[in-house]
């Protein structure tokens, strides 16, 4: 993709409720819209994906919509828990062989 | 885990000094990637390979270079370090581009330029 805008930078909630994070794109021919999850002082894991072709998508605790329209998809975590505390990073990818452009991420903290 | 791995962990080095860094992989996927990490800017991509002796630019490639002579291994290089270049290095690695294109990381190396 072009560019991918991430909102917020930080985000604390308190255990046991719902966080979402928001990323917009601008780059119309992107078609695969990934999260990864770094824990501190590690690498960034997949959590979940979503493709264009897709509108919403949920993985136990974790659901990912994709607004084709607006240009825009989220990250849902329900009932969160303290391990859930991490940075999240967005991306989209268009299909091209430099891959995926990431988002600034959102340091996510579960408050206990 | 991928079977990704990057070397050094960790480095210290002068200003002026040539750094290399190094990526192995062990999936035989035809996609390798460079990023550097620093705070509020999230992953920046430095340079890509799409095969052997094919790589591009990335978003921030200036000061670097890199080489890709075995499927296996891509190599990073500061030509000459600056310590804006301090930064965490990720290396990834992808099987295909389009759909399904889960990208697997390496654990980083964190570089810093005195």
């Known amino acids: 993709g072009e560019n991918v805008e991430q909102h917020p930078s930080t985000l604390s909630v308190q255990e046991g409720d719902s966080a979402v994070i928001k990323c917009t794109y601008s780059?119309?021919?992107?078609?695969?819209f990934p999260w990864y999850k770094q824990e501190l002082g590690k690498r960034p894991q997949l959590i979940i994906d979503i493709r264009s072709n897709v509108g919403e998508k949920k993985d136990q605790r974790i659901a990912v919509t994709l607004n084709k329209t607006a240009k825009h998809f989220s990250l849902h975590i329900t009932e969160t828990q303290p391990e859930d505390s991490a940075v999240y990073f967005c991306a989209d990818e268009r299909g091209g062989a430099d891959g995926l452009t990431f988002g600034k991420g959102t340091h996510l903290i579960i408050q206990p | 885990d991928a079977g990704i791995t990057q070397s050094p962990r960790h480095k210290v080095t002068e200003t002026g000094t040539p750094v290399t860094l190094r990526c192995h992989q062990t999936?035989?996927?035809?996609?390798m990637y460079w990023y550097r990490q620093d705070p509020g800017h999230g992953l920046r991509l430095i340079h890509y390979?799409?095969?052997?002796?094919?790589?591009d630019k990335g978003e921030v490639s200036d000061g670097y270079s890199v080489s890709r002579s075995k499927t296996e291994d891509f190599l990073l290089t500061l030509e000459s370090a600056t310590s804006s270049q301090t930064s965490v290095y990720f290396c990834a690695i992808s099987e295909s581009q389009g759909l399904n294109t889960e990208a697997f990381f390496g654990q980083g190396t964190r570089l810093t330029v005195v």
């Open positions: 780059d119309s021919a992107s078609n695969y």
């Open positions: 999936e035989n996927h035809r996609y």
């Open positions: 390979s799409y095969g052997v002796k094919d790589t």
